[in-house]
């Protein structure tokens, strides 16, 4: 899918959010065991729509989880996070399905939520994406 090749190519590109998490972006899940602060994107819908000139466009509702061992620490990471998608239009390429033309990403909530059983702080950001297919 490729509004989740373009969050991820957004992310690992953008320094300051790999400056905190060293690579460390998944899909879906985070792998087992895995180093904090890291985030994980999930892509909740995609909806197909035309546009008056005839451009197709797919608007994908989309969630990135900052997860931290501190409420600072994943707060701080989700800023970076808004900082690196939040109003941005851009191209992105990736090496397997070229250039991805995302025309809009709007930040439309978050929330803070704890995970006591893994001692953890989630902060889930919500993302509309407009994506040229």
């Given amino acids: 899918m490729k509004v989740g090749l373009a969050i991820y190519n957004l992310l690992v590109n953008d320094a300051t959010v790999m400056g905190q998490v060293s690579g460390r972006i998944y899909p879906e899940l985070a792998k087992e065991g895995v180093a904090m602060p890291y985030i994980v994107y999930s892509v909740v819908s995609n909806s197909p729509s035309d546009t008056k000139d005839g451009t197709p466009i797919d608007e994908a509702q989309c969630e990135i989880f900052s997860v931290g061992l501190t409420y600072e620490s994943c707060n701080n990471l989700a800023d970076k996070v808004r900082a690196a998608l939040d109003r941005k239009s851009v ?12 025309q809009s990403i709007q930040y439309t909530n978050e929330i803070t939520e704890v995970s006591a059983d893994r001692k953890t702080y989630i902060a889930v950001q919500d993302y509309t994406f407009r994506i040229k297919r």
């Fill in 91 to 102: 191209t992105v390429n990736d090496a397997s399905a070229g250039d991805i033309t995302v």
